[in-house]
């Protein structure tokens, strides 16, 4: 069974700092998903990599996808309180039609 | 608006009192599939459905049950609650089960079994 950890677990930056959340996969991905989930709301798709190298920008946030296709990360630059939210990587499971979650990185921007 | 709707959002119930949880899409979408999440363990797959009739358990189906008679609706069952199933539970669709075809998820049902 294939198992994303993400880190770290919990951030809590100030308004304006640069920040990196990552996502390793114990086998390599078929296609990476990050979502944010904004406190009660359910996760929005924020971006899909499937290329390995493969790097996607959403304005001020950067996805890396692993060369080996194995590791992700999530680069957001100048964070804003609006950023505030748990970010969660996902994978499509090839062995079932099921998503496979991270248990996330909370995130916390301190106006 | 396109969305996925969840019903009731708070729910706080008695160890085996039968409850339901409704799910329901207007974006005429094959895949629905239910989740749990709950802290440090992220969001873990309860069922999902491919299509009208057709559904399977996903990673965590003890003690739940579905049914997805119509496209749009895909209810919860939970027959006899006990407290480890108090946790929030979001539902999701997808027009199809791909990578191409990103999950919508509902805003989530916050269960309590006392």
């Known amino acids: 069974t294939q198992l994303l950890e993400q880190s770290p677990q919990f951030l809590s930056i100030q308004e304006g700092e640069n920040l990196t959340v990552y996502c390793n996969s114990s086998?390599?991905?078929?296609?990476l998903q990050w979502y944010r989930q904004e406190p009660g709301e359910g996760p929005v798709l924020l971006v899909t990599?499937?290329?390995?190298?493969e790097v996607k920008k959403l304005k001020r946030l950067t996805f890396q996808f692993g060369d080996a296709r194995k590791d992700s990360s999530l680069h957001i630059t100048a964070a804003q309180p609006g950023d505030t939210g748990l970010y969660l990587c996902?994978?499509?499971?090839?062995?079932?039609?099921?998503?496979?979650f991270g248990a996330g990185t909370r995130l916390f921007v301190k106006a | 608006e396109a969305q996925v709707t969840q019903n009731p959002r708070y729910l706080i119930t008695v160890t085996g009192k039968k409850l339901t949880v409704t799910c329901s899409q207007n974006?005429?979408?094959?895949?629905m599939s239910w989740y749990r999440q709950d802290p440090g363990l992220g969001l873990r797959q309860i069922y999902y459905s491919m299509n009208v009739e057709v559904t399977d358990k996903g990673d965590v189906p003890e003690g739940y049950k579905v049914s997805r008679k119509e496209k749009r609706n895909f209810p919860l069952i939970l027959e006899s609650p006990s407290p480890n199933q108090t946790s929030l539970y979001f539902c999701?669709?997808?027009?199809?089960?791909?990578?191409?075809?990103?999950?919508?998820f509902g805003n989530g049902t916050r269960l309590t079994v006392t």
């Open positions: 999701a669709s997808s027009l199809t089960a791909s990578y191409n075809s990103p999950l919508h």
């Open positions: 996902a994978d499509e499971d090839t062995g079932g039609f099921k998503t496979i």
């Open positions: 990599v499937v290329t390995g190298g």
């Open positions: 974006m005429n979408h094959e895949y």
């Open positions: 086998s390599v991905f078929s296609s």
